[in-house]
């Protein structure tokens, strides 16, 4: 069983930056690739960012490219999004998520293991 417990989200005027971490309770945190996903209010669930087991590939969703960036710190078993130049469009809830696989992915079903949500609002 994993537990990720993301934080860090809150209110910001566009143009400004958040810093998201989600800390995963594993064992072994470099053997799962995590994944950012986001959903706003009568949306569905959409991919972000997603990293590699050591971080060495990652993977961005075109809205997002160039803003936000996804790395990870295996011996604190955290991974981040850093996100700059944020948008109104940006607003949602963000979710952290881990799959038992070293390899990336962008699909939520490919994901086994999910946090509760951290709520990201954009003022214009």
């Known amino acids: 069983q994993v537990e990720l417990v993301e934080s860090g989200g809150g209110l910001v005027r566009a143009g400004g930056s958040l810093r998201l971490p989600c800390v995963a309770s594993v064992r072994t945190f470099s053997g799962y690739a995590m994944a950012w996903f986001r959903q706003a209010p009568g949306k569905e669930r959409e991919f972000v960012a997603a990293?590699?087991?050591?971080?060495?590939?990652?993977y961005y969703a075109d809205s997002v490219k160039g803003r936000f960036t996804i790395s990870r710190d295996n011996a604190k078993n955290t991974v981040y999004l850093q996100m700059n130049s944020l948008k109104p469009e940006d607003t949602a809830v963000y979710y952290c998520?881990?799959?038992?696989?070293?390899?990336?992915?962008?699909?939520?079903?490919?994901?086994?293991?999910w946090g509760q949500g951290t709520q990201v609002t954009v003022s214009p």
């Open positions: 990293i590699g087991w050591n971080g060495g590939s990652t």
């Open positions: 998520a881990a799959r038992p696989l070293t390899t990336i992915a962008r699909m939520p079903y490919e994901y086994a293991y």
